[in-house]
């Protein structure tokens, strides 16, 4: 009896290191919300992600009201926009956790996730972008510039990305969203 429940309990530590070892790289890298509080992509798992790295004093800050349309018409078929905020491209994003979250609240009514700000390049970079930039990447090449976007499908990994000057409601990126979210 021993040697079964033995065997037992090793099939089950291995079945469970073996759906460890599945979980998305992307999902175990940790962050912060805007509030300060530890996090990471995992708590979007099953759900697409739209990672866009943000400013509140950029040419492209009115994307933030394409970006909320965009959340706020898809998120219940299972869209997520996550913002992260990010000073690194002309100090466009000077202010602290608290006057972005009043900023985007204020100005652009963002219910989306917003997170820590972070270093999006550079020898700061945040690992989550080392991850979504570096040369392993589905999508390889620093950030351009600020809102630049990821898509992240529902299975933790990149399906495309597009730079600053696409708007959220370009029609490759609706598609590639809608797309995303066809996917169970």
Same mark, same amino acid.
């Not at 460890?20 to 697409?48: C, H, M, R, Y």
């Not at 933790?156 to 995303?180: H, N, S, T, W």
């Given at each position: 009896?021993?040697?079964?429940?033995?065997?037992?309990?090793?099939?089950? @530590?291995?079945?469970?290191?073996?759906?460890?070892?599945?979980?998305?790289?992307?999902?175990?890298?940790?962050?912060?919300?805007?509030?300060?509080? &530890?996090?990471? @992509?995992?708590?979007?798992?099953?759900?697409?992600?739209?990672?866009? $790295?943000?400013?509140?004093?950029?040419? $492209?800050?009115?994307?933030?009201?394409?970006? *909320?349309?965009?959340?706020? &018409?898809?998120?219940?078929?299972?869209?997520?926009?996550?913002?992260?905020?990010? $000073?690194?491209?002309?100090? *466009? #994003?000077?202010?602290?956790?608290? #006057?972005?979250?009043?900023?985007?609240?204020? /100005?652009?009514?963002?219910?989306?996730?917003?997170?820590? &700000?972070?270093?999006?390049?550079?020898?700061?970079?945040?690992?989550?972008?080392?991850? @979504?930039?570096?040369?392993?990447?589905?999508?390889?090449?620093?950030?351009?510039? /600020?809102?630049?976007?990821?898509?992240?499908?529902?299975?933790?990994?990149?399906?495309?990305?597009? #730079?600053?000057?696409?708007?959220?409601?370009?029609?490759? @990126?609706?598609?590639?969203?809608?797309?995303?979210?066809?996917?169970?």
């Amino acid at each position: 009896m021993n040697l079964l429940r033995i065997a037992t309990l090793a099939a089950t @530590l291995t079945l469970g290191a073996s759906l460890l070892a599945e979980e998305p790289k992307l999902q175990a890298i940790p962050i912060k919300d805007i509030d300060g509080k &530890k996090t990471s @992509l995992k708590a979007f798992a099953g759900k697409v992600v739209l990672a866009v $790295n943000v400013a509140s004093q950029c040419g $492209n800050t009115p994307q933030y009201a394409g970006l *909320q349309s965009l959340y706020d &018409k898809l998120k219940d078929k299972g869209l997520v926009v996550v913002g992260f905020p990010c $000073n690194d491209f002309g100090a *466009q #994003e000077p202010g602290t956790n608290a #006057e972005i979250k009043s900023f985007c609240t204020s /100005n652009y009514s963002v219910t989306f996730p917003m997170m820590d &700000k972070v270093h999006v390049t550079g020898p700061e970079q945040h690992p989550l972008f080392k991850e @979504l930039t570096g040369a392993s990447a589905a999508f390889p090449g620093n950030v351009q510039w /600020n809102f630049g976007k990821f898509l992240i499908g529902r299975d933790g990994k990149v399906l495309a990305r597009f #730079e600053p000057d696409v708007e959220p409601d370009a029609a490759q @990126l609706v598609k590639a969203v809608e797309d995303a979210l066809a996917k169970k």
